[in-house]
């Protein structure tokens, strides 16, 4: 095989995550990468993101040119993959993962201690305000969204050099105190200087799947053995594979969307044991669910059943209820 097309998204974060992956397919002999880049749902629709209704509205698009056979490879960010994997599509590789963290990017190098009372922070995540609240219930939490420079232009006093947000009004600029972030998506930006605190996962459990990717193929990808498909084996992370097919199982079990109040994060240890921590917010911050639970490891099925057992305690202790995601209130985002 001479080379490969591989699909992304729009984005500056995007785009850069998928030259990465290029760049190590075609090290690892698959030829060289034609990209794509392919406009979703996500990045047209203007609104809050729980108004999108739905998780996967990022990946929709870029799914369908895979099935239509125009791609061979979407380059996604694993955390924005619904967790049933749909008909036709597999997951070819989960590389190695970056920083899981949240960050905090604070006007004046303020952190999450010293923020003064009643500071404005902006995030568009249930998960992140709840936990933000959880932290400090004095803060305020202001529903935003946007590519990550047009978040990050909203800090006060924050100056990024060019402006490549212009899908965005200026009204907003610098007025908030802080934002909270994927440091991943920072780090892989170049932005990280930005950075006033890399949130310690004690106080602010991750999102299943943050700071890994998913590459994507059509199924029949498989049944070949050629340059494309070892170069893409070899891509893979099996401690990755593991831990984050732990943390989507508890979502899958708890929730199956990707925007309750719902942190998790698996941490592989030695010989095969992984520690899987879980917390579910209520929406204001003020009742928590903690639990962690840990275990040998060694394959997929494992994984799962990590994920489940923990879920099915939290959901045992009412997480449902507390994240609003229970029956009599439907699916929050
Ligand atoms: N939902 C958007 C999104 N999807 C992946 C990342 C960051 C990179 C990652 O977590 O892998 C981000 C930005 C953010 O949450 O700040």
New binding site residues.
Partial sequence: MSGFRIGTRGSA?ATT?TGHVAEALRRAGAGEAQTIIVKTEGDVVTGSLASLGGTGV?AAALRQRVLDGEVDVAVH????LPVLQPEGLSIAAIPAR?DVR?VLVARDGLTLDTLPTGSVVGTG?PRRAAQLLAARPDLKVKDIRGN?PT?LRRVKGLELEHDDSASVGREHAGDLDAVV??G???D?LGLERFITERIDPMVML??P?????AVEVATGTFARDDEFTRALASLDDDATRLAVTAERALLNRLEGGCAAPLGALGLPGRAGFLRLDAVAVSPDGSRMLRRSLGGEVLFEADAVALGHALADELLGLGAAGLMGTGPAEGGAK
């Fill in positions: 974060l995550q990022f960010s694993l955390k924005d970056v949240d995540s990550v978040r972030l994927a991943a998506g920072l892989r991750p999102a799947g943050q700071g890994a990717l």
